[in-house]
Structures are given as C-alpha cells and as structure tokens.
C-alpha cells in the first residue's frame, strides 16, 4: 500500500519536464536553489515549489549548511528516474507492437505481387 | 523482433530506435496517413483515437483526440516542421490534458536495415522559457494525479507521428 502510493508520488513527480530536468541537474552534483534556478531562467519560489514535491516524492533530499540548503538527488531519485524512463519504454512499446501487427497486413499485398525496390 | 531502446541525452533529450519488419515506405506512411496512425497509436489498452486528423506536409497540422469509453480523454496538437518522404519527420505537438503541456520537438527517421526498417527518434523536452510559461498556468492550479500519472506514462506514445 505504502509502496503503491510512493510509486504514485513519484510518478507525478517525474512527469513534470522541469522537475526531470533538476533531476537531471542534481544527477551531476549538489546544488542550491539559486542554482537550479539560473539554467532554468525561472524564478526562485517556482524552483522551490519543484523541489518540494520531489522532496515529498522522496526523489531529492536537503542537507544544511550555514543559511544554504544545498539539494542532492536522493538513491531513490536515480531509481525512479530509471524507472520513468522504462515505464515511457513500455508504453511506446505497446504502440510499436500494435503497429507491427498494422505493418505485417500492409505488407501482404506487397509480397504476393513482389515488391519493387 | 527487436525492442525499442531508450536513453536520456543530456538534461532535454531522449533517443530512442526501433527495428520494423517492414520498408521505411510502409513505416514512414504508418506515421503519416491519418487512417492508419488510428490503428496503432492507441496507448494503453482500452484507449480508442476517434478523432485523427493528419495533413502530412511541411507546415500541415495534426490533430489527436483519445478516449478511453469511461468518459476520460485527452488531445494533442502538432505541426509539421519538415518532411522528407520515407525518411525523416520533423513535427512539434503538445498535450491537452487539458491544460496545454510543453511543446515536444521530435525528429523521427526512417532507415532501410536489412529486410526492414530502423526508426529512430529523437525528442526535444521543452525549453526554460516554454517551461517557464508552464509553471505559471499548470503548477498554480495543480494538476490531477490521474492526469499526472496519464501524462507520465503517455506523453511520448502521443507525440509520435
């Protein structure tokens, strides 16, 4: 159940492009928000409303130092990445073996009457 | 029979090839003939495409609608950047679901190898600007976590012709 709904949290985390793109980021190293922030050119309370759900999603953790709170990609952060990417996979994979089934009767004519190439 | 492969290509990438065991031509029309693109560009099981309008030419416009009889759907949108028949698609498109998503910016090609066809693809995720402009409609208002989990698990599948 627990389970269940973490993979919930974490796919609605990842299927932001902004968010998988500070996934991407924080994949290279730590990084604070003012950080995040300036490849991106989006404000900081936007960078910060991403992080916290990907906080939540359990993706990225926080560590403090000083008055910064640089952001690493938590172990969990690199699974789940792995994990949308595959989930992506199978999904165009459905369309694609759907569409060989398509591209075998297409074909049909085209083999009897030997194709020109 | 080949499996599609799938990789991240720096931070706004993701490329991926497929073998077919048919000609680029017939690959190439799959991708471009509205009647066709019904018959497989579906998604999960149980989601039909009633609505499929395709004008495959540079600068024609495509036009997607998804329902899953349950009274659940969605739509995309796209052009046609470039066109080089048989060979390569370049295309823009985004989701409504139904907020707007980001623009995705796919260039498909079509290769003979062997008997068949080697398709690759490769998708451009949004820039910060097109992200910046999300956030201002999308992230306020929150999005719905089916919409959230359909757009994790559909976004490219609906991109694809």
Redesign the interface.
């Given at each position: 159940m627990q389970d269940a709904l973490n993979l919930?949290t974490a796919?609605?985390a990842?299927?932001?492009?902004?968010r998988?793109?500070i996934l991407?980021?924080l994949s290279t190293g730590e990084a604070t928000v003012m950080e995040l922030a300036e490849?991106?050119?989006?404000s900081q309370p936007?960078v910060s409303?991403?992080l916290k759900v990907l906080e939540e999603a359990g993706l990225v953790v926080r560590r403090i130092e000083g008055t910064k709170r640089p952001r690493r990609l938590a172990k969990h952060g690199i699974e789940a990445?792995d994990r949308?990417?595959e989930?992506?996979?199978k999904?165009?994979?459905?369309?694609?073996d759907?569409?060989?089934?398509?591209?075998?009767e297409?074909?049909q004519p085209?083999r009897t009457g030997g194709?020109e190439e | 029979m080949s499996k599609l492969t799938l990789k991240t290509e720096g931070e706004t990438h993701i490329v991926g090839s497929r073998h077919f065991a048919a000609s680029p031509e017939a690959v190439y029309r799959a991708h471009t003939d509205p009647k066709i693109i019904q018959l497989w560009l579906l998604g999960p099981d149980g989601w039909t495409m009633p609505v499929c309008l395709c004008d495959a030419k540079t600068g024609g416009m495509f036009r997607y609608e998804w329902r899953n009889g349950k009274g659940e759907g969605f739509h995309v949108t796209g052009e046609f950047l470039e066109l080089e028949p048989f060979r390569r698609i370049v295309h823009v498109s985004r989701m409504f679901l139904p907020d707007r998503t980001p623009d995705n910016h796919q260039v498909t090609t079509f290769e003979a190898d062997g008997e068949g066809t080697l398709m690759t693809l490769r998708m451009t995720l949004p820039d910060s600007k097109t992200r910046d402009a999300m956030l201002a409609t999308g992230m306020e208002r929150g999005m719905e976590a089916s919409y959230a989990r359909l757009e994790g698990m559909m976004p490219v599948s609906a991109h694809l012709a």
């Open positions: 919930d796919f609605a990842l299927a932001d492009p902004t998988r793109a991407s980021r490849p991106f050119r989006i936007a409303q991403h990445m949308w990417l989930t992506l996979r999904a165009l994979e459905t369309n694609y759907r569409l060989d089934a398509v591209l075998a297409m074909d085209n194709k | -």
